[in-house]
């Protein structure tokens, strides 16, 4: 049975070198078709692996408490729904102090400027530096990392020391060639020593994260003086498994901070880490759907331009059908012959497909800055697709020319 496999698989390829100029032509049809398909779905899971990437910075043991969730309903305008009243500092405050659920850590902050000057020595940022007021657990709350120097402590906190703690592109642009820690740079007049530094983050959806000054909230608090200043709750975890119930736990005691009774509807949202990660990529799986629709479209034209040409290749072939059948072939052995040459063509197209789809998805995700990986799945999937056209393609073309009768086909001219 090896033998026989092996000297089919011979013949198919002595076929389809004396076929060359047809065999290529059908080869670049189906890769056409293939390369559509992966180069979507290499392009696809790119942008989940940024996507997962960029909103990993949270945790994924982590939930907040905001003024809306991410899943907030809008209606056709853009409008939100529901207007719900922003946390203050003491509804925030209540929060931490009443809120014990067991392996959790709560952290307090909002965002005092977007637009902040800072300065060192002679030297300035321009207006673009976010300053954050936040306690001792915001930095590994938010996922951040402090690569040099110290992240707060409580006492820090609690005695309003002006210390801050840096993003990475700090030392690009105010603090060159020199060692950040324990210099003195200054924002809206007052003096700040640096006692940190964070590791880089990169830019989330164009915007970065590396040029944030971090400093104690209740010296945010005074120094930034604004009505209506919405404060951010955070709580993150040790236990995942625990993460539903911290977050019900969460959700009575904020209900209880704001004094709603039981049939009222919650006038706060929360924020779960993996929300709208998970509603980010839901979006994904159309983009993928489309792959397959446009893929399959191409392909079903590819294999019925496989089917032709092998039909082709029967009437071509029909005196040496004769010759083999009079030479005691068999219907099986004859239409294994030809369905190995279409299976032998299929996957030669899949495989060129591959390799094309990948570097075109390749190129497009290095384009517009999307984190590459190799698409397993889309190159199994290549795969499965081209063999399942060939399988296709070729069962016909393959009874065809199994029941062409010896006699008849010897006459044929």
């Known amino acids: 049975m090896v033998g026989l496999v092996r000297e089919n698989i011979k013949i198919a390829l002595g076929s389809i070198k004396t076929q060359l100029l047809r065999t290529i032509l059908t080869v670049l049809i189906i890769a056409i078709g293939i390369m559509a398909l992966v180069a979507i779905l290499t392009v696809v899971s790119a942008l989940e692996n940024t996507i997962s990437k960029d909103f990993a910075s949270m945790g994924s043991n982590t939930f907040s408490i905001n003024q809306y969730d991410n899943l907030t309903r809008t209606q056709g305008n853009g409008e939100v729904e529901k207007i719900n009243p922003i946390i203050s500092y003491p509804e925030a405050k209540a929060f931490k102090d009443r809120y014990d659920f067991p392996f959790t850590t709560t952290s307090l902050s909002f965002t005092a400027s977007t637009t902040s000057e800072v300065k060192f020595e002679n030297d300035k940022t321009d207006p673009e530096v976010m300053v954050v007021g936040a306690d001792e657990n915001f930095v590994p ?56 530094v964070l590791k880089e983050k990169g830019s989330t959806f164009g915007n970065s994260q590396d040029l944030r000054m971090i400093i104690p909230i209740q010296v945010a608090r005074t120094l930034f003086t604004a009505p209506n200043i919405n404060y951010a709750t955070s709580i993150m975890i040790d236990k995942k498994e625990l993460l539903d119930e911290a977050v019900d736990d969460a959700m009575i005691t904020m209900r209880q901070v704001r004094k709603l009774n039981p ?25 993928g759907i489309s792959a397959w629709v446009i893929g399959i479209i191409t392909i079903f034209g590819s294999s019925i331009a496989l089917m032709n040409i092998m039909l082709v290749s029967v009437t071509e072939r029909t005196r040496e059908i004769g010759t083999r059948k009079a030479l005691g072939a068999k219907r099986s052995t004859i239409a294994f012959q030809f369905f190995m040459e279409t299976l032998v063509i299929g996957q030669l197209g899949g495989l060129l497909g591959v390799i094309f789809g990948i570097s075109i998805g390749y190129l497009i995700a290095i384009l517009i800055d999307f984190q590459f990986t190799i698409p397993w799945l889309a190159i199994s999937s290549a795969f499965i697709v081209s063999f399942i056209v060939a399988v296709f393609s070729g069962s016909y073309p393959a009874m065809k020319a199994a029941k062409l009768d010896p006699i008849e086909a010897l006459r044929y001219e």
């Open 141 to 196: 709350n938010s996922g951040l990392e402090v690569v040099k120097g110290r992240n707060f402590t409580n006492f820090d906190v609690e005695n309003n020391a002006y210390v801050c703690v840096l993003g990475s592109d700090f030392e690009k642009k105010l603090l060159r060639d020199v060692n950040p820690i324990d210099k003195i740079i200054s924002v809206r007049g007052a003096k700040f020593r640096v006692i940190g």
């Open 263 to 287: 049939i009222e509807d919650a006038n706060f949202g929360v924020s779960r880490s993996d929300d709208l990660i998970n509603k980010i990529l839901s979006i994904t799986d159309y983009l």
